[in-house]
């Protein structure tokens, strides 16, 4: 089966300006999250979605990250204006969702790798 | 809130040879899952091995097993054989066992580096 699919693979963009990545997920898998791993630490959740709901967004600076998810299937997720804190690999992961069959089990895509300058 | 520490941030190998990587967390839950992720320079995670904290029998997956200590809160990754593609970043993840709420909360990572 396709894995999780995620693009760009590498963006480059200047401090302020806005920048959106793309999360297509394994067919099926009603749970998507999307994760912020900065260099030299371990991924962060930003925003846990089940179907086209918000399940967890605490972790998700409002002020200028947003995600959407429509239809249930592929997600977006847009900062804007960036910062240089935002450097960062965005990671996009989905599950079955169903706890007895998704087994707490994950798959990631390969992540968008965000330089700010 | 749930933490993850890992305590090595770069550890080698002889090729063949055994490696442990440890990890502790912290939680007041009595249920949940424990993982080790590998992450190579590819960037994407790809589960190495699973935990269930009610399971006594700790986890194997062919060359890769656990050493899960509840009371301790330790869950260690032993490899086995190591080999080249072996060599990667290595992550311990705690997730709660609540339908709708699986989340993973991550270690800081260990660089595991395999010498020839």
């Known amino acids: 089966e396709a894995g999780v699919a995620q693009s760009p693979r590498y963006k480059i963009i200047e401090k302020r300006q806005s920048v959106a990545f793309w999360c297509n997920p394994i067919?099926?898998?009603?749970?998507l999250y999307w994760y912020q791993q900065i260099l030299g630490q371990g991924p962060k959740l930003l925003i846990q979605f089940q179907n086209n709901g918000v399940v967890d967004d605490s972790q998700l600076p409002k002020d200028r990250f947003s995600a959407e998810r429509l239809k249930g299937v592929d997600s977006t997720l847009k900062i804007q204006p960036a910062k240089l804190e935002d450097s960062a690999v965005y990671l996009c992961?989905?599950?079955?969702?169903?706890?007895?069959?998704?087994?707490?089990?994950?798959?990631f895509g390969a992540g968008t790798r965000l330089s700010v300058l | 809130a749930q933490t993850v520490t890992q305590s090595q941030p770069e550890m080698s190998v002889q090729e063949a040879e055994t490696v442990t990587l440890s990890c502790t967390y912290d939680t007041s839950e009595s249920d949940y899952y424990l993982f080790w992720y590998k992450q190579p320079p590819s960037r994407q995670m790809i589960l190495v091995i699973r935990q269930e904290a009610y399971k006594q029998q700790n986890a194997t997956e062919n060359r890769f097993s656990v050493n899960f200590q509840k009371a301790a809160k330790s869950f260690s990754l032993k490899i086995s054989d190591s080999q080249l593609g072996d060599a990667a970043m290595y992550f311990c993840a705690y997730s709660p066992p609540r339908f709708g709420n699986e989340k993973l909360t991550f270690g800081t990572g260990t660089r595991l580096t395999i010498i020839p």
């Open positions: 067919s099926g898998h009603a749970t």
């Open positions: 992961a989905s599950s079955l969702g169903q706890l007895q069959l998704a087994k707490n089990i994950q798959y």
